[in-house]
């Protein structure tokens, strides 16, 4: 039995091993995450480690997880993308012989939970495809040497507390318990933390050529998404169709999912910020407003079109849908270096109050809040709202959105004319060397290209399926 056993073990590896080559190849490159994590050294202090531990798994029902999605910092720094995992970076090496200044400790392999739950990158698979010349099995951590006491900073983020305990010792609750014990750590230190994220905003709110690469390619099959829509849309769809086409388009081109839940409200419904239902069965002769950008390994893209459904906007939807791409547009001209990122919402703030005022919505400036209740701008990277430096200039290959909107529901103090109106335009922006790039510019803005695209016909207008 155990001779069996070995055997189905070894076969299991070998076949897992030949199934992994059928794989995607613009990965980020080993060689990136080394980088990221010099860069990341290089702005520790002396005598100083950070831990980086890898994201809990969650509970979708029962005994269902979701699937699962890495600490987008762990990711960056390692290209390690399961759960149950810590990294160091040690900012001098460490060690006498064969020293070093970095370790990472993931999930051991398992042929018999890999049957059930998938694959497992391993010690040897942490050396040979991610490029670490010390990696360990979770369950060393506990006796690896390592004083923490001895530096003199620690670096780590806030430390998650809901998390499940599989009573291993060396699951994620096990490696955090493990840490604090090693460290003396009983609360955490706001300094430590402080000193993570602002390493982290530094390092990720520049994105490398490597990292400018997927996020043209996931902002670019957004917008084809976005494009199919605006085609295939019509009065008798249904949001939740309108959702499913984008998923379907961002899959065909190898995109993970969303980076981000995404948000397909008609009518009323494109008036509520994060709107999630999707469920409306008729979007009926009204604005469809489509906040969806794919994920694609790793990186979000974030764009919002506002089309109308039955192809053409009245005069009321023309007219608040071209003071958002004025504002738009104003933003535009001074996305460029050495801009103070807060100026982008106060200038996108200052357009869509005059043009309030100018149609009757408004009399007071202070007033937009009441439909325009959002920022202009965030960072765009691994995380939907990248982190970054918020009170920072702009500096060359930011990447962030520029989406200016307005929101009139039902019942509002003005006209009825206006009501359940809801238009945003959102596109994503790289500030270039002495300017910026549109690099969502393939889905149209103008009202009256988003009309023209409208009247064409899209493959997916002669899908056919059974009545249920």
Not at 33 to 42: D, P, Q
Not at 110 to 116: K, L, S, V
Not at 139 to 162: E, G, Q, R, S, V
Request: with cysteine; aromatic share 12%.
């Amino acid at each position: 039995m155990k001779q069996f056993l070995l055997l189905f073990a070894f076969l299991f590896t070998a076949l897992q091993i030949h199934s992994q080559e059928n794989l995607p190849a613009d990965y980020l490159s080993k060689e990136f995450h080394k980088g990221r994590r010099e860069a990341f050294r290089a702005l520790m202090p002396a005598n100083a480690a950070a831990v980086i531990f890898s994201y809990p798994e969650r509970v979708f029902s029962k005994d269902v997880n979701y699937n699962y999605h890495q600490n987008p910092d762990m990711y960056y720094l390692t290209g390690y993308k399961e759960p149950d995992a810590v990294l160091i970076i040690f900012k001098e090496m460490q060690g006498t012989g064969e020293t070093y200044n970095e370790v990472l400790f993931v999930r051991e392999r398992n042929a018999q939970r890999e049957t059930w739950t998938g694959r497992r990158l391993g010690v040897e698979g942490a050396k040979s495809k991610l490029g670490f010349t010390n990696a360990y099995n979770g369950k060393d951590f506990n006796a690896f040497a390592i004083d923490f006491k001895k530096f003199d900073t620690i670096i780590y983020d806030k430390i998650p507390t809901d998390i499940g305990n599989d009573k291993s010792g060396f699951d994620l609750f096990g490696l955090l318990a493990t840490f604090k014990s090693k460290a003396g750590i009983s609360t955490e230190k706001e300094s430590s933390t402080e000193l993570f994220t602002n390493i982290t905003n530094s390092l990720r709110e520049i994105k490398t050529p490597e990292e400018l690469v997927l996020m043209r390619k996931t902002v670019k099959l957004s917008c084809i998404a976005h494009n199919e829509v605006m085609k295939a849309v019509g009065p008798d769809m249904s949001e939740n169709e309108a959702d499913g086409i984008h998923a379907y388009v961002h899959k065909h081109y190898g995109s993970e999912g969303e980076g981000y839940p995404p948000i397909v409200g008609a009518g009323a419904n494109g008036c509520i910020l994060h709107y999630g239902e999707n469920n409306a069965t008729k979007i009926d002769n009204q604005l469809l407003l489509m906040d969806v950008g794919s994920e694609y390994h790793g990186y979000a893209a974030d764009v919002t079109r506002t089309v109308p459904a039955n192809g053409k906007f009245t005069e009321e939807q023309k007219a608040i849908y071209q003071l958002v791409y004025e504002a738009q547009e104003e933003v535009f001209k001074i996305c460029k270096p050495g801009t103070p990122f807060q100026d982008l919402n106060k200038k996108s703030k200052e357009v869509i109050a005059a043009g309030l005022i100018k149609l009757g919505i408004i009399t007071d400036p202070k007033d937009v809040r009441i439909y325009y209740p959002h920022g202009c701008s965030h960072f765009l990277g691994l995380d939907v709202h990248d982190k970054g430096n918020y009170l920072s200039k702009l500096k060359e290959n930011m990447i962030f959105t520029v989406e200016p909107g307005i929101y009139i529901p039902a019942n509002s103090k003005c006209d009825k004319k206006w009501w359940n109106i809801g238009v945003r335009i959102e596109d994503d922006i790289l500030i270039t060397n002495d300017s910026y790039e549109n690099i969502s510019v393939e889905s149209p803005r103008k009202w009256q290209d988003v009309e023209a695209l409208a009247k064409q016909k899209s493959t997916f207008n002669d899908m056919k399926f059974p009545k249920i």
